[in-house]
């Protein structure tokens, strides 16, 4: 069950930096940070006494309630949910960017500091910030948290002294102005940088470090060396080397700590597979016109070609007892002929519910062979969560106060105008909402209990968000490795908010978006800031989706929309038969026909072969593993191509943040039309691709296995009929 497209809103349009040159710019190292900086008591070097007539009239204090805006100011502090009312998200070995507005008085210079602050309190990890606008006082850092956990972060805004001595001095003594006193102030400022053993976070500064600024104090003071000489030698990049790692730190302001939540990595980055199991190995009987259904056994046959494919979990759509009243026939029609076995997501029979399995998919036994299976594939089990019911479910009878009555009598069944579902009631959850609370925990810890290890949550915009964010909290405290997909395809406010309260992962609207300009304005913005609460799961397909670009795209579309998924988003999934190219919609309508979820659809998977889909998937999920800069979500940059039907983006990690030790670039350049060829000149970010300005680098193609000299305008043509891609990692001359 789904709901019909929302009308497109995309984000406004606004000036910023461009993310990856912000990444490239501020990736910097982060250091342990064993003794922390308490967040709530800005430390500052010793002031003299205030004047007796500023003590009598003090400085009007902040609101109750408000912190103080600290001697350097730290605002708009992101990643920050509601000023902290939620956390922000991370999973573990991801490159979180930290970024505040930070600025001063006058003229003298003022950084910044991240710090990852873990979930025993302690800081654990700190790097100094990069200004990534200039002239905006905007500043970034990427954090890496090693652990699941609530952790949190700060920023420390700081008067920088060298900062300020190292501008002004090279304009005095260019015009000869007080040299030898410009000179003294910045020897007298090295020798107390170079006196500390340790500097104020309480890390030690190396001897080598100390003996650089010593050497540093002794030239600036020898007066039988010229004035440029001596400042040379303060102003050497040795000298700030040792001070960028230990800096000199003034006036220290840090903010309050923020929340932020570290999840188990398949939170952010996993490859999915949507099954029916009664699908699978489900037979029909010519000569009686019969089906014999699939069962959670003949399904687990099929994992060894999924895990094949290279996917990380297998979702299965509800295996519980179907109702019979109103049961859907083929095609949604309100006739069902004898054998239909009706839609798996009008729950519940005389046999069970929500906590028990269709018989005719076999028992509990079975399904726990079918995850045992599945993790001997190196593959997850999710399961559908759809929260409503058959009118024969159990609970129909034991809890009439759970649903909706109408003035008539009867029990109000599900619409989604125009769409109409009467073998479906919608859960009421106004009138006992604690005893739904409490069907519906006891409900998943039951499938937790037997080895599920995900949820795709059907329709969940449809359930009160205090209902999530209780359930999902509780959840997460007892069995934090479990991950929630939030199937709401509706408006913005609502899909942001169920990532707020607790969803590890959302669909997204990339279904609908087909053209370049929509294209990179939603990798741009999944990329972005909203990435710190919405992780997007991006699906060219859905068991209810057809978009008219896949109706029409033939098996070119279908490889562009794979491409696009796998590479545009961490996180991606396809449904089954993708790889058979279906594509034949029900008139009318976005979605299949002969849908699955109103019948059984055995598939010959050695006819997938010869279209290539299937070798396309599996080649894209390798490249997924062996590409940890695929694997990051806030990495994202879009490159300008010459032509409309050409989109070209990358992802970034530099080696001091990527698990293999050495930079990962990967470069995708996508020709969006399915039926004729486009020729591009790119016009290409270098620093966004970790290189030099003009640099000349070799580009990989990992599809074809072919090699390119390219710089930063490369030339390209993708025809669909052999290549709709270029999927490049960047290799260094």
């Not at 099929?302 to 509800?318: M, N, S």
């Not at 929260?387 to 009878?397: E, G, K, R, T, Y």
């Amino acid at each position: 069950m789904t709901s019909t497209p929302p009308p497109r809103e995309p984000a406004p349009r606004r000036a910023r930096p461009r993310s990856t040159t912000s990444a490239a710019a501020a990736d910097v190292p982060t250091t342990a940070a064993p003794a922390p900086v308490p967040a709530t008591t800005p430390t500052t070097p010793a002031a003299s006494a205030a004047p007796a007539a500023a003590a009598a009239a003090p400085a009007a204090a902040p609101a109750p309630g408000r912190a103080p805006v600290g001697r350097i100011p730290v605002v708009d502090v992101s990643p920050v949910v509601e000023a902290g009312r939620w956390p922000a998200k991370a999973v573990v070995g991801e490159a979180v960017p930290v970024r505040a507005t930070v600025f001063r008085e006058g003229h003298d210079a003022c950084a910044a500091t991240a710090v990852l602050v873990g979930p025993d309190g302690t800081d654990r990890a700190r790097a100094t910030m990069v200004d990534i606008a200039p002239g905006l006082d905007r500043y970034e850092a990427r954090l890496v948290p090693d652990e699941p956990g609530a952790w949190g972060f700060r920023v420390e805004g700081w008067s920088d002294p060298f900062g300020t001595w190292a501008h002004d001095a090279p304009l005095k003594v260019g015009a000869d102005v007080d040299v030898e006193l410009v000179l003294e102030e910045g020897a007298r400022l090295l020798a107390r940088a170079a006196d500390r053993t340790a500097d104020d976070a309480g890390a030690a500064v190396p001897d080598a470090d100390r003996q650089v600024l010593q050497d540093a104090v002794t030239a600036l003071r020898d007066g039988t060396r010229p004035a440029p000489a001596r400042l040379a030698a303060g102003l050497s990049a040795e000298v700030r080397a040792a001070l960028a790692a230990h800096p000199v730190r003034e006036m220290l302001s840090p903010s309050p700590v923020y929340p932020l939540v570290v999840d188990r990595p398949l939170a952010l980055a996993g490859a999915w597979y949507e099954i029916f199991p009664r699908s699978i190995g489900a037979t029909y009987d010519d000569a009686t016109g019969t089906w014999t259904t699939g069962t959670l056994r003949t399904a687990a046959r099929d994992l060894p070609r999924i895990a094949g494919l290279g996917f990380d979990v297998v979702y299965l759509t509800p295996i519980h007892p179907i109702g019979t009243t109103h049961r859907k026939g083929r095609n949604n029609t309100l006739d069902p002929r004898p054998g239909d076995p009706g839609s798996p997501y009008a729950i519940g029979s005389p046999d069970g519910g929500h906590d028990a399995i269709e018989p005719s998919l076999g028992t509990f036994e079975d399904f726990d062979a079918f995850v045992a299976e599945a993790r001997a594939q190196g593959l997850e089990v999710a399961l559908d969560l759809a929260l409503q019911c058959s009118p024969d479910h159990p609970w129909v009878a034991a809890h009439p106060e759970w649903f909706t009555t109408r003035l008539d009598g009867t029990i109000a069944y599900a619409e989604n105008p125009p769409k109409k579902y009467q073998d479906i009631y919608p859960l009421n959850f106004d009138n006992d909402p604690e005893g739904i609370y409490a069907e519906i925990r006891r409900v998943l810890q039951v499938w937790i209990d037997h080895g599920v290890t995900a949820f795709r949550v059907d329709n969940p915009h449809t359930k009160p968000l205090e209902f999530w964010e209780r359930i999902l909290a509780d959840v997460r405290a007892t069995h934090p490795e479990v991950v929630f997909l939030s199937e709401a395809f509706t408006r913005p406010a609502m899909m942001l908010n169920l990532a707020r309260v607790g969803f590890h992962q959302s669909y997204t609207y990339f279904t609908w978006r087909n053209t370049k300009e929509e294209i990179e304005e939603y990798l741009a913005e999944v990329s972005d800031e909203q990435g710190s609460w919405m992780r997007p799961s991006f699906w060219p397909t859905t068991h209810d989706i057809l978009t008219p670009y896949l109706q029409t795209g033939g098996t070119a579309g279908f490889a562009v929309r794979a491409v696009l998924a796998a590479l545009g988003a961490p996180t991606w999934g396809i449904y089954s038969g993708y790889e058979l190219v279906e594509d034949v919609p029900r008139p009318g309508v976005e979605e299949q026909i002969d849908n699955e979820k109103y019948e059984f659809k055995p598939r010959d998977w050695s006819a997938a072969e010869p279209l290539g889909i299937a070798r396309l998937l599996r080649s894209l999920n390798e490249i997924r593993r062996a590409h940890p800069a695929l694997l990051q979500l806030r990495n994202l940059t879009v490159h300008p191509t010459s032509d409309d039907q050409v989109v070209a983006f990358s992802r970034h990690l530099p080696a001091h943040l990527s698990p293999t030790g050495s930079a990962d670039t990967v470069l995708v350049v996508v020709n969006l039309d399915p039926r004729a060829a486009h020729d591009a000149v790119l016009d290409l970010d270098l620093a966004a691709l970790g290189l030099e300005p003009d640099a000349r680098f070799v580009a990989h193609d990992v599809l074809s296995q072919e090699a390119y000299a390219w710089d930063a305008h490369p030339w390209v043509r993708l025809d669909p009929y052999s290549r709709v891609a270029h999927v490049v990692v960047v290799e260094r001359v």
